[in-house]
């Protein structure tokens, strides 16, 4: 059977494109992959869907996240006739976290660890009740310029996404240094200092 956790939505299991994540290491030098798959970690050590990163202690001092960004689902019931198990070939045999799973558990790993930084790539839903918690308790939000062209694993062609993403950081706040480069992709939004607009 499929690990669910890794098929959580169409495009669960879409790769970081390769030179933004390049950028970033450089920029922040993360010690592991918080949630990837054989076919689209970045780097090791990476946690995979096996594994199970909600039951490993996130202290890294910089790790970076590109979650699924499916909504949460239920475990299944045994009469399930819902569309979405018919069209994807299973059933859901327990919870599969969704984006708002992924982005408290970022806040409440770095509230645990202090020191330590998460850095997430994220679909940029402002209007989500899990966007209030980035808006609450995220170090830094960078709006990204134009949309990103994800690398799904299932081809070997990049395809846009069908929205904007965000870079989301939780916990240690960020250098003066790492703040203007990040400036280089979009808008850069900082708790108590407004926004570093993007001048390209």
Known sequence: ??????????DAEWGTPKDLFT?????FKFECDLCATEQNHKMKPFISPEQ???TVEWDFKNSYMNPPYGEPENKCGPKCKKKKCEKRGFHADRYIPGVIDWVNRAHAMTEKYPGTRVVCLLPSRTETKWFQTIWEHACFVLFFKGRLSFEPSTCEKSISAPYPSVLVGFGE????????ELTEFGNLVLPGEGILTYQG
Do not use: G, H, R, Y
């Open 173 to 180: 706040d960020i250098t003066e240094t790492q703040a203007e």
């Open 23 to 27: 950028k970033l290491n450089t920029l």
């Open 52 to 54: 199970d990163s909600f």
């Open 1 to 10: 059977m499929k690990n669910i956790t890794a098929f959580l939505s169409e």
